[in-house]
């Protein structure tokens, strides 16, 4: 996983373009699809405010906006490609036999005329900050009214996912999901706050034999700051989602009290093999003492996600209340 999560996976869709033709019959398919249709609400996006249709009936969804439907029981008619971590269950079960209309919106990589194809009503998706969508945008948007909104840091994914999900006439939903969050995590705060304001919990993963450590503005960053976790005071101030360390400079986490890192099948994940058994790793009083917790998702972007996490975290505070 990349510090900026975004998943650079290769394709041809960035660099095709749609032909006149397709321009066209996208122009009179969003003529047809808006004709006669009363318009609830309008939302604003980086490419300006877009006029919801009232009841959308196919809607096309890109990147994280799929798993958000699909959590909630609404079944879009083309996706981009899924994270089965990011769904649950009921929401994979769902998913099964959903056209593909790309890998995701990063570099563009979705492919129109499949999009086009699928006749949508509405579009929705969720794009990453630091990248010029505009071209992808005017695009979609001859298809069908496009709301494309940007998460400007990897924290505030959870806020664009309610954003989507509102988009997409799930507001009773994803309120719902939002009100639950949120109660746990004040009950999180009440049960465990003499641990959470004693301890200094890190979350950690590996690049190019570096150590990351990800910081408040972090996916994890945000659900830990939620519950009242501190997190290193050297990630308060990272201007991406982590900062990196040698492992010269491991003796920085000398003073945290728990480590969460990314897991796999209940074992640490590939990009932490090269530290795990690095002496200084492991001489860590928080790994010296196993209050460490592994992780499949150490990215939470939806409600689902956070809960989950915030499942796991419990133990952990469990496990460090029972050592003290």
Known sequence: MKLTGQNQVGGLSAQRMLTRRYFMLATAASVLASSGTAHATTIDTPFGSVALPASPTRIVTLDSAGAIALNHGLVPVGTTALSDISMSPAARELAKNIPLVGQTTYDGQIRYEKILALRPDLIVGMIRSGSDYSAMYSKLSTIAPTILLRAEGAGKLLDVSFQLAVAMGLEPQITEAKNGYEKRCRAMRDRWSPILNRKIFAVVSGRDRQIVVYAPNSWSGRVLSDIGARLPAFTHNAERNGVTL????????????????????????????DFWNFTGFRDLPAVKAENMLGLRNLWPETYPDALVFLDAMEGLLQHMEDQS
Do not use: M, T
């Open 246 to 273: 040698s492992y010269e400079e491991i003796g920085a986490l000398a003073d945290v009290g728990g480590i969460l890192y990314p897991a796999l099948d209940d074992e640490p994940a590939p990009e932490i093999a």
